[in-house]
């Protein structure tokens, strides 16, 4: 087994390569804004660093989310393509899964939460890190405040809203080594992974621009 | 013919999904998704929602055009994709996937711009672009005249709209007359009835002292739209085909006019019109007849060229090739407002040094 992972559903842009034993190479890097621009040369890195090619691996792993739209496209649609290209499957994780996997917290209930902007987490609670109590979700953090009450949290979404969180900690963003070895420890036990579509939460904005079509630069 | 280059064009700059495949200047596959009847109760198209779709489509949409072509993703030559202008979400859908085809396959990315795209499309009709040719864009997004003297590294903008683009008049007009999304079709069936000389609406921008290639159709818009209303207010029926039509008259009188006008100012003996508002049947008829009196030959595509498609990225991207045009790399972005003049996005010549290694041989 060697595996790919990536995940472009937070501000972290991150890849990872598993050979079902252990992390082989992985690299991560936050910029909220050029996830586009970073992927390829980060899984062309990790190959790199690894001695391997891109053929050689037998399946993708992707974060399907939630988190902010464009970002996570990213990463569905190069996880898509390379699955196209390669002949191999292409595997959905729940980012907040990965998240609740990298935790520390070896005892539940927690929560994690990441930012989706506009004042509002996605977010989830976990039995254990492999574990989770219910359907991810993106709300107000005010509006979660009782539920969440009381619980340890992890994630960005945590750390942002101390008021609805306060023992919020480590991990801030999903890493694809903890996404990878999640997948790997699911595919050899057996278990069916969710096909990588995007968990969006929100319907679209449906709101047209002035110039809705593309704008002409004079 | 084989040894001209087979490439894969990806087109995601708006609400089509394209994936196109050509030899050199042969159309081999032309691959459309398009979620245009989403976007039609909101009037125009929603960003989030084509983006979403983009993502739906796209895997299907390169399957379809292998297909259709009878060719093998490992023999491509290439990748092309519209790296701009367009919607900043839904370009960068396809530019994730033609970095990942392209990166996947061992293949040459190539990141083009839209507007040299919609010129060179032409070159899978009427065969290899004149140099220089004069082209006239339209559609719900474009209304620029440019001149150009090599598609792949020299497009120089003659003029624009400064304000609505035509395509967008026709989709506010049909509005305004209750005929549904988009309105470029519509309003030509019904002008096709109506009389052109019947109202007298404004030529915007065709005074002595405007500027002589740039193009306005907000007042064009307005007028039509307040004739309308005010027709309405005074309890009278809308005579839609003749609105229709004088309407469309107003708006090809001067995208041909000033077409022409520039190739004569310029010396250029063709002219090219590109674009979904080049589907428009008084515009081809017009444009034929001033170009005839003018001494100009008239290169329009057939109107599934015209509109967005990934044949048309497919074709500039295989001239990139033909012309040794630099790849762009790895790191290759969306630029939702690419200037015109930036044909292609090459690549910086440090980037490739890691690549080679991994990719197939
Ligand atoms: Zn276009």
Redesign the pocket.
Known sequence: MLLLALDTATPAVTVALHDGEDVIASSSQVDARRHGELLLPAVDRVLAESGLRLDAVTGIVVGIGPGPYTGLRVGLMTADTFGLALGVPVHGVCTLDGLAYASDIEKGPFVVATDARRKEVYWATYADSRTRLTDPAVDRPADIAERVAGLPAVGAGALLYPDTFPSAHEPEHVSAAALAALAAERLAAGVDLPAPRPLYLRRPDAQVPKNYK?VTPK | MADEPLVLGIET??DETGVGIVRGTTLLADAIASSVDEHARFGGVVPEVASRAHLEAMVPTIDRALKEAGVSARDLDGIAVTAGPGLAGALLVGVSAAKAYAYALGKPLYGVN??AS?ICVDQLEHGALPEPTMAL?V?G??SSLLLSSDITSDVRPMGATIDDAAGEAFDKIARVLNLGFPGGPVIDRYAKEGDPQAIAFPRGLTGPRDAAYDFSFSGLKTAVARWIEAKRAAGEEVPVRDVAASFQEAVVDVLTRKAVRACKDEGVDHLMIG??VAANSRLRILAQERCEAAGIRLRVPRPKLC??NGAMVAALGAEMVARGRSASSWELSADSSLPVTETHVPGHDHVHEVSKENLYS
Do not use: K, P
Request: aromatic share 0%.
């Open positions: 593309v | 700059s708006c839209h507007l919609h864009l559609s997004g474009h674009g979904g509109t967005d």
